[in-house]
RNA sequence: GGCCCCAUCGUCUAGCGGUUAGGACACCGGCCUCUCACGUCGGUAACAGGGGUUCAAGUCCCCUUGGGGUCACCA
């Protein structure tokens, strides 16, 4: 059994395409890619995979007048740094005409279709009396009956589904459940535009059957369409695939993520745009395992490798209630991620971010051992960036609550001590640092390390909080310590 | 407004009739500790409301409320 009840999820099955799962990813080129469309491409990318499927790329581009080829490869570009790879495609809608045109005849010829002559201001005018009159508009069907031999001469023309007017009750999702079909939506909508080109809803038909999709995975806000999708399937005498309508992504405040407010979101660290989340530092693999999580789930598990997903993830799991993009758990997440990434790759991932500070270096192994003791402490890679400053140039200025706390005028002894130190020891030999610090505070702090490590981690870093005093260091070097401890003493107890 | 969908801590969620309602982020404390962070231990915090069904309801049904989606010659 499918369903046992109206509103009751149907068990996922893979019936009769077992070993043919073929999802498709199906975004329009009119900018860069939504936040939200990726959550779909993930899902049905992840779907395809758990299933040894087929996932496939298609670009929705019979907009001519909004699609452009700028958008198209942005798509593409995302989708590489996510790691999303596509079995087959992209496929261009608009490179497709003869496969749309030969259905429309077919649809024409057997009286499926018709031409309609109303102009788009008729349409209009009617559709605001309706609306005026709070009625539900669907077209009237003024050219339904007309006979479709009639001379058009240059009468420029429509081609709309003629609809049969009976379909099923409903139809079955595989996320949602059974949703109601209500007849009274159901009208002669446009297959063709006036200018000749397909409309969406047909060829969205036309290209899931011909491209053997087996399984619709795609945004809650397409469940209106599927009623009309499924005559469509009929009349063509195309097989109908299963369809699964997955939650919508909102904002922080809970409402629909829009453009308009990105400066917002922005400040909040999120963003409309994926590409974006590049730019923010965050990890692809965390920002993929982020909104998987965000409206699926498997017990308790939060993190998930690639292969986990791709094992793990299934329909049956997926929330039906729409999620809210929460930045600090991303932030958290990136972090997870950033932790357990390599010193090299990390290197590399941030030098970018740290020219953006006027830092030019390269991935070398000092930049390696930077960021080595920063990678548990930084959630994103422009803070990476901001925590490594130190390294590479000389504060310029010291934190004023730290000078008032650490560099009383009894700081100065540990302080000159330290630099002195640093003549005989090997700095490259941490514990050996650390000793001779632990010897120091015995001798002049009581014991407290506390107290001879701050003003020193004040005069090293300009600031109270860093990594190990004795890591910096030995990044630092003998020389470049002594000089800013040099530079420190000329200050401290001045005042 | 019509139609459709949704509803457990602030957020993401576990829960598929009997639970002290669990986990994660965030927040607040303790521990660890050269600071910060990591880690670790603990704490605050939820079944929207009302009716049913049932021995028993967060779990099933209905209504209300709230939120969302959609109503094009856009996709």
Redesign the pocket.
């Known amino acids: 059994m499918w369903f046992s009840?109206?509103?009751?999820?149907p068990?996922f099955s893979l019936g009769g395409f077992m070993n043919k799962v073929r999802v498709r990813f199906?975004?329009?080129p009119?900018g860069y890619l939504h936040i939200g469309g990726v959550r779909t491409a993930i899902f049905n990318y992840l779907f395809a995979r758990r299933y040894g499927g087929t996932f496939v790329l298609r670009i929705?581009?019979?907009?001519r007048?909004?699609?452009n080829k700028d958008a198209v490869d942005q798509i593409i570009d995302s989708m590489r740094w996510l790691d999303l790879d596509f079995d087959e495609g992209p496929i261009f809608?608009s490179e497709r005409s003869d496969l749309y045109q030969a259905q429309i005849n077919k649809l024409l010829d057997e009286g499926k279709a018709y031409k309609?002559?109303?102009?788009?201001?008729?349409?209009?005018a009617k559709?605001k009396k309706a609306?005026a009159e709070?009625r539900?508009?669907?077209?009237d069907g003024t050219c339904r009956d007309l006979d479709p031999s009639r001379d058009l001469g240059t009468t420029?023309?429509?081609i709309r589904f003629r609809n049969p007017r009976v379909a099923p009750d409903s139809f079955k999702?595989l996320i949602?459940?059974?949703?109601?079909?209500?007849k009274?939506?159901l009208d002669d909508?446009?297959l063709v535009?006036?200018?000749g080109?397909?409309?969406?809803?047909f060829?969205v038909v036309v290209d899931d059957a011909d491209m053997g999709i087996s399984h619709v995975i795609r945004?809650?806000?397409?469940?209106?369409?599927t009623p009309k999708q499924i005559q469509l399937y009929q009349a063509l005498d195309l097989p109908v695939p299963e369809f699964a309508?997955m939650?919508?992504t909102?904002g922080?405040d809970?409402?629909?993520l829009s453009k308009r407010r990105e400066q917002e979101y922005r400040e909040q660290g999120i963003s409309v745009s994926v590409q974006e989340y590049r730019n923010m530092g965050y990890l692809p693999h965390a920002l993929v395992n982020y909104l998987t999580?965000?409206?699926?789930?498997?017990?308790?598990?939060?993190i998930f490798s690639r292969k986990e997903l791709t094992e793990l993830f299934s329909l049956?799991?997926v929330?039906?209630?729409?999620?809210?993009?929460?930045p600090?758990?991303?932030?958290?997440?990136n972090?997870?991620y950033l932790?357990e990434s390599d010193d090299a790759d990390l290197a590399d991932l941030l030098v970018p971010f740290l020219a953006e500070l006027g830092i030019e270096t390269t991935a070398d192994q000092r930049l390696q051992k930077i960021v080595h003791?920063l990678k548990?402490?930084?959630?994103t890679l422009p803070e990476m960036a901001q925590m490594s400053k130190y390294f590479f140039v000389a504060p310029e200025s010291y934190e004023a609550k730290g000078i008032k706390k650490w560099w009383k005028a009894t700081a100065a002894e540990s302080v000159r001590r330290v630099r002195d130190q640093l003549d005989d020891l090997n700095l490259d030999d941490?514990t050996a640092l650390?000793e001779a610090?632990?010897k120091l505070a015995d001798e002049l702090t009581d014991g407290?390390?506390?107290k001879?490590?701050?003003p020193i981690?004040l005069a090293l870093t300009g600031v109270?909080?860093?990594?190990?005093?004795?890591?910096i260091i030995a990044i630092l070097g003998r020389e470049e310590s002594q000089r800013r401890l040099d530079r420190a003493l000329a200050t401290i107890g001045k005042e």
Request: aromatic share 8%; charged share 30%.
């Open positions: 009840g109206i509103t009751s999820r068990s199906a975004p329009s009119t929705e581009d019979t907009d007048e909004r699609s809608q309609c002559t109303c102009t788009a201001e008729e349409l209009d559709r609306e709070k539900n508009y669907t077209y420029l023309f429509t999702d949602l459940g059974r949703i109601p079909i209500d009274n939506k909508w446009i535009r006036s200018d080109s397909p409309t969406y809803n060829c945004g809650n806000d397409h469940v209106d369409n309508h939650p919508l909102h922080p809970g409402s629909k999580r965000l409206g699926w789930s498997h017990g308790d598990q939060e049956e799991h929330g039906r209630s729409s999620g809210i993009m929460n600090d758990k991303l932030k958290w997440l972090a997870q932790k003791p548990e402490r930084a959630k941490e650390e610090f632990r407290k390390l506390g001879v490590a701050q981690r109270t909080f860093s990594p190990s005093l004795f890591t």
